[in-house]
């Protein structure tokens, strides 16, 4: 998973349609947690600057159905916190 920075983003709309899992969207009303989400995240992960090869659960996850249900932010906090103490 990635985030996008939503302090940096200017709603040009292109990455709505270039996105091959169709995992972002620009309908404010319904996803205000992911703008919080996106927002937290954007301030603790590394940027990407370059193009990479897809993760290797990219193809299994861009098929899955209703996203936000297997959406659990305690993994992320916690694989957060121990790329962090790697890090030190
Ligand atoms: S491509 Fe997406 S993230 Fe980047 S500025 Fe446009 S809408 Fe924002």
Redesign the pocket.
């Known amino acids: 998973m990635l985030v996008?920075d939503p302090n940096?983003?200017?709603?040009?709309?292109?990455?709505?349609t270039?996105c091959p899992a169709n995992a972002?969207s620009?309908d404010l009303n319904s996803k205000l947690k992911w703008i919080e989400h996106n927002a937290k995240y954007a301030q603790i992960w590394p940027a990407i600057n370059q193009m990479i090869e897809p993760l290797p659960n990219a193809e299994k996850n861009a098929k899955l159905e209703n996203k936000e249900e297997h959406f659990d932010a305690t993994a992320f906090d916690e694989a957060t916190e121990n790329s962090v103490a790697d890090e030190k």
């Open positions: 996008i940096l983003c200017i709603d040009c709309g292109l990455c709505e270039a972002i620009h």
